[in-house]
């Protein structure tokens, strides 16, 4: 009987939140074992979005890092090209400082 009362409670528009509420409030539990329930639930919600979006994130930095790789290898083909020096071979050798004698 218990649950059908809940049932009517839920959609008697009167018992629901008045602030616009979710639909996550106007579920909210009654008791102990359903805040339990509701409570693991929703953990388990936000671990598997969590984790979602941290796979995404990592994949997007994995092509990022690819799509940085194949740049630096056309800037390098460009310089080839044009007879210029390399620059991240440029940045490890040593600057060569030429004194003047006045």
């Known amino acids: ?5 809940n049932a009517a409670a839920a959609s ?11 639909q996550t409030e106007a579920a909210a539990p009654h008791n ?8 693991q639930t929703l953990l ?9 979006m941290s796979e995404t994130i990592i994949s997007r930095i994995d092509e990022m890092g690819t ?3 194949e740049l630096e290898r056309n ?3 460009l310089i080839k090209e044009t007879g210029g020096t390399d620059p991240s071979a ?13």
Do not use: N
């Open 67 to 69: 799509r940085i790789d």
């Open 12 to 22: 008697d528009p009167q018992s629901q939140s008045t602030t616009g509420g979710t």
């Open 1 to 5: 009987m218990e649950s059908s009362g």
């Open 75 to 77: 800037v390098s083909e």
């Open 32 to 39: 102990v074992a359903d805040l339990t329930a509701f409570v």
């Open 44 to 52: 388990q919600q936000m671990q598997t979005r969590f984790q979602t």
């Open 90 to 102: 440029a940045a490890t050798a040593p600057a060569k400082v030429e004194q003047h004698e006045s």
